[in-house]
């Protein structure tokens, strides 16, 4: 193992700690308190499945006769008349 960060750099370039494929040794003092060992994920299986539910979405809107913007301004529409539901947009 040789990439090793003090606990507040690492705290620090965490997204970059992320994004390399080597483990880090996290130290604290100069003694070795953790290890991050990064996890790479196939992406391919996730943008097919993104890309099946936008097809499954675009055959449903055109099923029931909605345009994306038609949709879209029924969800705010339904969004503004009960503020209390959280929808996330």
Do not use: C, W
């Not at 997204?15 to 790479?40: K, N, S």
């Not at 994306?68 to 959280?86: K, M």
């Amino acid at each position: 193992m040789s990439v090793s960060a003090g606990v507040r750099d690492f705290r620090q370039g965490l997204a970059g700690y992320i994004d390399q494929d080597e483990p880090v040794a996290v130290t604290r003092h100069g003694q070795t308190v953790g290890l991050f060992i990064p996890v790479r994920r196939d992406r391919t299986a996730d943008v097919a499945a993104y890309a099946a539910a936008a097809k499954k979405a675009r055959a449903l809107l055109a099923s029931l006769g909605l345009s994306e913007d038609e949709a879209v301004a029924e969800f705010r529409s339904l969004r503004d008349a009960d503020p209390g539901v959280n929808v996330g947009m």
